[in-house]
């Protein structure tokens, strides 16, 4: 399929996170387009699974939505810095335990209407307790759930932050195809 040509593109802003940008471009259909484009660097983010069966999920206060929400141990990568480092560092400094082993779960587009982020996504197993270590912008708590639970919360609508809905379900149905 034919795909879409940048024509011009103005910074907006060039913050620490994101960059926004105002791009003209010219659609497959032909038609030319004024957009607003978030750029992100990207980010992982992992289910952290104990030996018992159970998620190390946190419960994180987002300013941006104005509530705490249930999610997986995430963060933006560093430049240059691969996503499986990136997952591993996220889940000792969210949750206090290191992951000895990291399974690759792919990765999603978080919000493909205006953002180019990307988010690559991991099961992080062999866990052992360390220290945890919060950025002074997180403020967060960390619940232990059974993996099933955290799965069904989930499809019920009960975990409202997508990458972390995207991750759960693919573990479990990583998990599911190597036992089942």
């Known amino acids: 399929m034919e795909k879409g040509r940048l024509l011009e593109r103005r910074s907006i802003h060039d913050g620490r996170v994101v960059k926004l940008a105002i791009e003209r471009v010219r659609l497959p259909n032909g038609n030319v387009a004024e957009l607003e484009v978030i750029h992100h660097q990207g980010a992982a983010a992992a289910v952290p699974l104990d030996s018992a069966g159970h998620v190390l999920l946190v419960r994180q206060y987002r300013h941006a939505v104005g509530d705490w929400l249930l999610e997986v141990p995430a963060g933006k990568l560093d430049p240059g810095e691969p996503p499986e480092t990136c997952a591993a560092r996220e889940v000792e ?88």
């Open 93 to 180: 400094e969210e949750t206090g335990h290191r992951p000895g082993g990291l399974v690759e779960l792919g990765w999603i587009f978080t919000t493909p209407g205006f953002t180019d982020e990307r988010i690559w996504l991991f099961l992080a197993t062999e866990l052992t307790p360390s220290a945890q270590d919060l950025q002074h912008d997180e403020v967060l708590t960390v619940e232990r759930l059974p993996l099933d639970e955290a799965v069904r919360m989930a499809a019920r609508g009960e975990i409202h932050d997508a990458k972390s809905v995207c991750a759960l379900l693919r573990a479990r149905h990583f998990l599911d195809g190597r036992t089942g």
